[in-house]
């Protein structure tokens, strides 16, 4: 089972500030990573796929980077609503597996 | 519009057996994978089972086999979990997905339903 990391837990940033989160594969997964992001209450909801693909309406601000083991997701200028937390997904091997998240908190 | 609705969540006992449902729209059923993501209180995502469209593959995780079965009626457009055995570490909020890809199975979700809350308590 490939196991996906998350770095850091918690990421404390100021509105309009930059933000960027890593997630590290146990082996490499190529570019077969997705993000999703999930706002309090709500459903996770997808970011990225192919680990730089924007899914629908994903705003620019938001840049998945990154193939092989290592993969970051970075928020040019934070907005309130993108405090939240991520998960990001290896979809290389069965069973595909999430990261432990990272919450994204105002600071 | 895409939409999966969740449902028959509920409170049930160590032993007992719980189905759930989640109703799709907006798109051609049949033709895509379907997947059961679960999320306990305060956690993380879990990855629970999925289905090829027409119900050809199945894939369970190794926490769930042989106690969980995945089914779905393309006439009806729902995909289904039919949960026994249950444990209390079975408590969780379960999503239903759509699966996105070129895999069987699919690759990524998107999107998800609204969740359906699974209460394994004594």
């Known amino acids: 089972e490939i196991v996906v990391t998350q770095s850091p837990t918690t990421l404390s940033v100021s509105p309009g500030e930059r933000a960027t989160l890593s997630c590290r594969a146990s082996?490499?997964?190529?570019?077969?990573l997705a993000w999703y992001h999930q706002k309090p209450g709500q459903a996770p909801s997808l970011l990225f796929y192919?680990?730089?693909t924007r899914a629908t309406g994903v705003p620019a601000r938001f840049t998945g980077s990154g193939s092989g083991t290592e993969f970051t997701l970075t928020i040019s200028s934070l907005q309130s609503e993108d405090f939240a937390v991520y998960y990001c997904?290896?979809?290389?091997?069965?069973?595909?597996?999430f990261g432990q998240g990272t919450k994204l908190e105002i600071k | 519009e895409v939409q999966l609705v969740d449902s028959g969540g509920g409170l049930v006992q160590p032993g007992g057996s719980l189905r759930l449902s989640c109703s799709a729209s907006g798109f051609t059923f049949s033709t895509y994978a379907m997947h059961w993501v679960r999320q306990a209180p305060g956690k993380g995502l879990e990855y629970v089972s999925g289905i090829s469209s027409k119900g050809g593959s199945t894939y369970y995780a190794d926490s769930v086999k042989g106690r969980f079965t995945i089914f779905r009626d393309d006439s009806k457009n729902t995909l289904y979990l039919q949960m026994s055995s249950l444990r209390t570490e079975d408590t969780a909020v379960y999503y239903c997905?759509?699966?996105?890809?070129?895999?069987?199975?699919?690759?990524?979700?998107?999107?998800w339903g609204q969740g359906t809350l699974v209460t394994v308590s004594s």
């Open positions: 192919g680990a730089s």
């Open positions: 997904q290896q979809y290389l091997n069965w069973p595909y597996t």
């Open positions: 082996q490499s997964v190529s570019s077969n």
């Open positions: 997905v759509k699966a996105e890809g070129n895999n069987y199975l699919g690759n990524w979700f998107d999107p």
